[in-house]
């Protein structure tokens, strides 16, 4: 089981996460006192802080270690997260134009694009269950509001609308599957449940099941096929810059996810 005796755990390991959490923060109090073309100032805020928390992240290479047993630091979560804190940098780079058109408060979506980049950079150290799917709506929530955020837009609008409910739809899937693999195994650990696949428990049917939901709403997350008919709308109706930052970024991070589970 994991070990939560906070005078155990190593607080540097999770620096780049904590810059990150950070700069949401900034951007939203910044959105407070900015105004007019002054907006941009807070993309390149965004910008600076992404590049700090890159450069966290690369001091840690060559590390292996644990926080409390449900988040893991290696050259693989590391490699992951500064590729997602990279795009997180371009898709900034690509909204300037557009939220000075379109938006009327870019603050909060840079916040809600770095929360994004927060998400999927945990998914890819997540070595547990439940930790892997908070991660991963945090991720999510923050995809359903970027893609509905041009509320001017009624296609945006119809396309944020569909994809949070689908989205809710696949994220119960995901968590009921979780819930019975939890009963057949006994644990949420991915070190736990491999080892028990590997026993009489992979041929229980609770067991079968739960993977297929789990696969099934992982699946929808990436727009893997078959779940992958929602996407055209949402692309389409989604702001340009979210559109390649869904299309690109969210994949790897349910790539991420998968392979290290």
Request: proline fraction near 3%; charged fraction near 10%; charge should be neutral.
């Given at each position: 089981?994991?070990?939560?005796?906070?005078?155990?755990?190593?607080?540097?390991?999770?620096?780049?996460?904590?810059?990150?959490?950070?700069?949401?923060?900034?951007?939203?109090?910044?959105?407070?006192?900015?105004?007019?073309?002054?907006?941009?100032?807070?993309?390149?805020?965004?910008?600076?802080?992404?590049?700090?928390?890159?450069?966290?992240?690369?001091?840690?290479?060559?590390?292996?270690?644990?926080?409390?047993?449900?988040l893991r630091v290696d050259d693989y979560s590391n490699l992951f997260n500064i590729i997602f804190m990279a795009a997180g940098i371009g898709v900034v780079f690509l909204?300037?134009?557009?939220?000075?058109?379109?938006?009327?408060?870019?603050?909060?979506?840079?916040?809600?694009?770095?929360?994004?980049?927060?998400?999927?950079?945990?998914?890819?150290?997540?070595?547990?269950?439940?930790?892997?799917?908070?991660?991963?709506?945090?991720?999510?929530?923050?995809?359903?509001?970027?893609?509905?955020?041009?509320?001017?837009?009624?296609?945006?609008?119809?396309?944020?609308?569909?994809?949070?409910?689908?989205?809710?739809?696949?994220?119960?899937?995901?968590?009921?599957?979780?819930?019975?693999?939890?009963?057949?195994?006994?644990?949420?650990?991915?070190?736990?449940?491999?080892?028990?696949?590997?026993?009489?428990?992979?041929?229980?049917?609770?067991?079968?099941?739960?993977?297929?939901?789990?696969?099934?709403?992982?699946?929808?997350?990436?727009?893997?096929?078959?779940?992958?008919?929602?996407?055209?709308?949402?692309?389409?109706?989604?702001?340009?810059?979210?559109?390649?930052?869904?299309?690109?970024?969210?994949?790897?991070?349910?790539?991420?996810?998968?392979?290290?589970?």
């Amino acid at each position: 089981m994991p070990n939560f005796d906070p005078a155990t755990l190593d607080y540097v390991l999770l620096a780049p996460q904590f810059i990150v959490t950070g700069l949401i923060f900034v951007c939203l109090s910044l959105d407070l006192m900015v105004y007019g073309r002054g907006h941009r100032f807070i993309g390149w805020v965004a910008i600076m802080g992404l590049a700090v928390g890159i450069g966290a992240q690369a001091s840690l290479w060559g590390v292996r270690s644990s926080f409390a047993g449900v988040l893991r630091v290696d050259d693989y979560s590391n490699l992951f997260n500064i590729i997602f804190m990279a795009a997180g940098i371009g898709v900034v780079f690509l909204s300037f134009d557009y939220a000075e058109r379109f938006f009327t408060q870019p603050g909060e979506f840079y916040a809600f694009l770095v929360a994004g980049v927060l998400g999927m950079g945990l998914m890819a150290q997540a070595q547990e269950l439940l930790t892997a799917y908070i991660a991963l709506e945090l991720l999510s929530f923050s995809s359903y509001v970027l893609v509905s955020y041009a509320k001017t837009n009624l296609k945006s609008n119809e396309a944020g609308l569909k994809y949070i409910i689908l989205g809710s739809f696949s994220s119960a899937i995901l968590l009921y599957g979780v819930s019975l693999l939890f009963g057949a195994v006994g644990s949420t650990m991915f070190t736990d449940i491999r080892a028990a696949l590997g026993t009489s428990v992979a041929t229980s049917a609770v067991a079968q099941i739960a993977l297929i939901m789990i696969t099934a709403g992982l699946a929808f997350k990436v727009a893997a096929v078959p779940f992958h008919m929602y996407s055209p709308d949402v692309y389409e109706g989604a702001p340009t810059p979210i559109t390649a930052f869904l299309s690109v970024a969210s994949k790897a991070a349910g790539f991420a996810l998968t392979m290290r589970f």
